[in-house]
């Protein structure tokens, strides 16, 4: 497995890790085209997919990217992913191995068609692999049962974009207000995060016997004072009670009582429906580590006044210097810290922004035959 990939590289089904990682091509990716970096940052300024233009970046903060990142495009449709892993990689590069696979597949049993189902499906799938695997190597290694993923998937066929999301990060639609050359924000995702007071409501329904089942800990609600998203790809410790024993780290055990209630966090996504309108500009695919320091309206306003090329770039930096801000510094001297260390400064971030052609998406980039034969098959790299 090549740890020191030089770019992002093409979906590879061949190669994998333990975990189902794929692994790195030096040089180029899919359409042959090299990705560029900035220190920790990596990017991909302008490129094409059956329904129009797209740009990607990532910063990386943590010792180890646990940030993964996808586009599948061709005569399905079109696929997007971003997983913001916690606690570890294995489970982000795990998802970006699997979920796009295990959605083809249940949609080729149903003749190509994707429904809210079809998307339900695939992540329970994804979500039982993945405990398949931790059942396999947990006396070995039994950390990975603490490792989780939120996960951001957006997918567009026909004319139809569906939004399915677990945890806290976030789709933003850029739309025209009329004529007025206003561009108004839309969140399309639902976010699952115990600092929402909607989603402390929810899991205290679910959990009504566990005074416990969301705490405040140094001004945060987490979940069982632990983990502040409450549904997730991973984390089985808070899903199956034989993995939340000794043989985990202290700080993940939880109280015997609380195997009674299992599971806690849930792998069943959000799914919202929206029917693509000509007046549909762009979609912001971000990690939470992007609107920790952006409003939505900000980046839709950002993506609508600047070039095309780089955009996805431009809202990294934009999230990077009100990180450097906050912290009363330059920019330039955030740039300076060294991944580990930069964690404290802010998180690893990934942003795709897909621009929508509707008149190509109409044509056929979205199911059917795939406008101008622009395929396209990216992932971000194992580690940055």
Do not use: W
């Given at each position: 497995m090549n740890l020191l990939s030089v770019c992002w590289k093409p979906f590879n089904k061949g190669d994998s890790s333990e975990t189902?990682?794929?692994?790195?091509?030096?040089?180029?990716?899919?359409?042959?085209?090299d990705f560029e970096k900035d220190g920790l940052l990596w990017f991909r300024d302008i490129g094409k997919y059956c329904g129009g233009d797209f740009s990607?970046?990532?910063?990386?903060?943590?010792?180890?990217?646990?940030?993964?990142?996808?586009?599948?495009?061709g005569s399905f449709g079109t696929f997007?992913?971003?997983?913001?892993?916690?606690?570890?990689?294995?489970?982000?590069?795990?998802?970006?191995?699997?979920?796009?696979?295990?959605?083809?597949?249940?949609?080729?049993?149903?003749?190509?068609?994707?429904?809210?189902?079809?998307?339900?499906?695939?992540?329970?799938?994804?979500?039982?692999?993945?405990?398949?695997?931790?059942?396999?190597?947990?006396?070995?290694?039994?950390?990975i049962a603490t490792v989780g993923s939120c996960c951001l998937v957006g997918v567009i066929y026909q004319q139809t974009l569906f939004?399915?999301?677990?945890?806290?990060?976030?789709?933003?639609?850029?739309?025209?207000?009329?004529?007025?050359?206003?561009?108004?924000?839309?969140?399309?995702?639902?976010?699952?995060?115990?600092?929402?007071?909607?989603?402390?409501?929810?899991?205290?329904?679910?959990?009504?016997?566990?005074?416990?089942?969301?705490a405040l800990k140094h001004g945060v609600w987490r979940v069982k004072g632990i983990i502040q998203v409450s549904r997730s790809i991973g984390d089985?410790?808070?899903?199956?009670?034989?993995?939340?024993?000794?043989?985990?780290?202290?700080?993940?055990?939880?109280?015997?009582?609380?195997?009674?209630?299992?599971?806690?966090?849930?792998?069943?996504?959000s799914i919202i429906s929206h029917a693509i309108h000509p007046n549909d500009c762009f979609l912001i695919f971000a990690s939470d580590g992007l609107w920790e320091?952006?409003?939505?309206?900000?980046?839709?306003?950002?993506?609508?006044?600047?070039?095309?090329?780089?955009?996805?770039?431009r809202l990294v930096k934009a999230a990077l210097q009100e990180a450097a801000k906050k912290r009363e510094m330059r920019y330039s001297d955030l740039k300076k810290i060294d991944k580990r260390v930069r964690r404290h400064f802010h998180d690893d971030i990934t942003v795709i922004v897909l621009f929508l052609n509707y008149d190509q998406i109409c044509r056929g980039g979205g199911g059917g035959a795939a406008a101008d034969n622009t395929t396209l098959s990216?992932?971000?790299?194992?580690e940055h």
């Open positions: 189902g990682a794929a692994v790195g091509v030096n040089g180029c990716n899919s359409d042959g085209v990607m970046a990532v910063v990386q903060a943590n010792q180890v990217l646990e940030d993964q990142s996808q586009i599948e495009s997007v992913g971003v997983y913001d892993g916690h606690g570890g990689p294995d489970v982000a590069r795990y998802v970006c191995d699997n979920l796009f696979r295990n959605i083809r597949a249940i949609s080729a049993q149903d003749y190509g068609v994707v429904t809210p189902e079809t998307i339900r499906n695939a992540f329970l799938q994804t979500e039982n692999g993945f405990t398949s695997l931790v059942s396999e190597v947990f006396d070995a290694r039994p950390s939004i399915a999301n677990l945890g806290d990060s976030r789709v933003v639609l850029g739309k025209k207000v009329g004529n007025t050359g206003g561009m108004a924000a839309i969140q399309l995702s639902s976010e699952h995060n115990a600092n929402l007071e909607e989603v402390r409501h929810e899991l205290k329904s679910l959990h009504p016997d566990d005074p416990e089942i969301v089985v410790y808070m899903k199956h009670a034989e993995y939340n024993n000794e043989q985990i780290a202290q700080k993940f055990r939880l109280p015997e009582s609380t195997t009674t209630v299992m599971p806690i966090l849930s792998a069943t996504p320091h952006l409003s939505n309206e900000e980046a839709v306003e950002m993506v609508h006044n600047n070039p095309r090329s780089g955009i996805a770039k990216l992932r971000s790299a194992l």
